[in-house]
């Protein structure tokens, strides 16, 4: 037993608190002594200071980067978004651009417990505003169906989870018109393109987009024939393989972080309708991307018919690269108590509430905490600090937290979206929290009078 033991691997894993369970490459020794740091390439992995300068000249990352560096469409940090001008005026205890979860969870235990509960009516009352506004929206559009009923290749991964998810973004986009139904057999909508007030779309950005299979349910279904796939990230099983077997379709994969592309510059999508989709951009990569598609327009050179974006972890949003930090300081939210909401998202997902969830609309707060104070229970005003009020909230309490936190950062992004190039914008639940908790859809499309 001594003998096996020794050929596993003893680096420590805190969270699962127990050693590594793989064997030992024969070769690999145990971390060597010395100054680490992170790569200047790919800051995901660290190198010993002796031998940076070797391995910046070597990093798997280098041959990308450069050939990165010479596409028109790379813009460093064109949609990252800026920092408040008057830092001062905010009162903000950190001026850095990224505010980790350790920052966030000690700028949270800072707070006295009376700042906490002025917190909470804040949040309580805007959420109050916003609630009616996030409808059901489950749908499982005819257009679909081949995905549905499994008439697809069999080599194309089928999880009915997230066919359920793909199918509903995009009858979402076909609700609003954004999306029209056609023949994929036969040369549709190219007549239709010509047309000036026709809502067909030839084409599909999906910002973060893996393995591609939100666009290839689209492409089987809508016909389209321009495909651009965002991602930064190397991945294997990809949908490319099967979209370039499609006849007149064109792809194009960006490998590329959202920050950095500038899509104005992308000829071969000048002057065609598109839409642009992504399911789960995590924190501010939904941020990254509405600015990717909504600033800086060169006059009528991108025609976005409409977008869906399934947003997904709000405990990452910064307040840098937050599309609406103007609606943020509207409700009397400071950058900081931002950050500290930021943080509350977490809870919302921390656990598998399923269907016990109660519902977020009708659950107060401060009202449930005054009951409990008439029947004896803890008064979270009478705990000395924010950590212990934390430690005394129930799962539940701390979950719909989150989940109204969740809505009002997405509510921002909803309204400043409103208010670019005409577009109507709303939030809402489009697959059930059963299936998967982050279950928001911010969709949006140009005013079509021809959809009821």
């Not at 979402?172 to 029209?180: S, T, V």
Request: aromatic share 6%; with cysteine.
């Amino acid at each position: 037993m001594e003998a096996k033991s020794s050929n596993r691997c003893s680096f420590w894993l805190p969270k699962k608190k127990r050693s590594c369970a793989n064997t030992r490459i024969k070769s690999s020794n145990q971390r060597l002594e010395g100054q680490w740091i992170p790569c200047p390439i790919d800051p995901s992995h660290s190198v010993l200071q002796e031998n940076l300068e070797w391995h910046v000249k070597r990093c798997p990352l280098l041959k990308q980067t450069v050939a990165l560096s010479g596409q028109r469409f790379y813009q460093k940090g064109i949609n990252a978004g800026n920092e408040e001008e008057e830092e001062e005026k905010l009162g903000s205890c950190y001026s850095d651009s990224l505010v980790t979860s350790e920052m966030k969870r000690k700028l949270l235990y800072s707070m006295s417990v009376s700042q906490f509960h002025q917190l909470i009516k804040k949040i309580e009352a805007v959420h109050g505003g916003i609630c009616k506004e996030i409808e059901d929206s489950y749908l499982s559009p005819e257009a679909c169906n081949i995905w549905f009923n499994k008439e697809i290749d069999r080599k194309l991964p089928f999880q009915e989870k997230h066919v359920l998810q793909q199918g509903s973004i995009l009858g979402n986009l076909e609700e609003i018109g954004a999306l029209k139904r056609c023949n994929i057999n036969v040369e549709c909508c190219e007549s239709d393109l010509k047309e000036k007030d026709d809502h067909s779309v030839s084409a599909v950005v999906e910002f973060g987009a893996g393995r591609g299979y939100l666009t290839q349910m689209l492409a089987d279904c809508y016909g389209v024939k321009k495909v651009y796939l965002v991602e930064r990230k190397s991945y294997k099983l990809k949908a490319d393989r099967s979209l370039r077997q499609k006849e007149n379709l064109v792809l194009e994969r960006m490998r590329i972080d959202i920050e950095d592309l500038n899509l104005n510059v992308v000829e071969s999508l000048h002057g065609v309708p598109y839409v642009a989709i992504g399911k789960h951009l995590c924190g501010p990569a939904t941020d990254l991307s509405l600015r990717c598609c909504l600033s800086r327009q060169d006059g009528e050179s991108l025609v976005l018919r409409g977008l869906a974006i399934a947003t997904c972890c709000h405990h990452l949003c910064q307040w840098k690269s937050y599309i609406n930090k103007e609606y943020i300081l509207s409700l009397g939210i400071s950058k900081d108590e931002f950050h500290i909401m930021t943080s509350f998202t977490s809870w919302a997902v921390d656990d598998d509430h399923g269907s016990n969830l109660p519902s977020v609309d009708d659950n107060d707060l401060l009202a449930s905490n005054a009951k409990e104070d008439e029947e004896g229970e803890v008064r979270y005003d009478s705990l000395s600090s924010v950590e212990e009020v934390v430690k005394k909230m129930k799962p539940m309490e701390r979950a719909v937290l989150g989940f109204k936190c969740k809505r009002i950062i997405d509510a921002g992004r909803m309204k400043w979206v409103n208010k670019k190039h005409g577009l109507d914008s709303k939030l809402v639940k489009y697959i059930p929290a059963s299936i998967s908790p982050e279950n928001t859809l911010l969709i949006a499309g140009k005013p079509n009078p021809s959809v009821a």
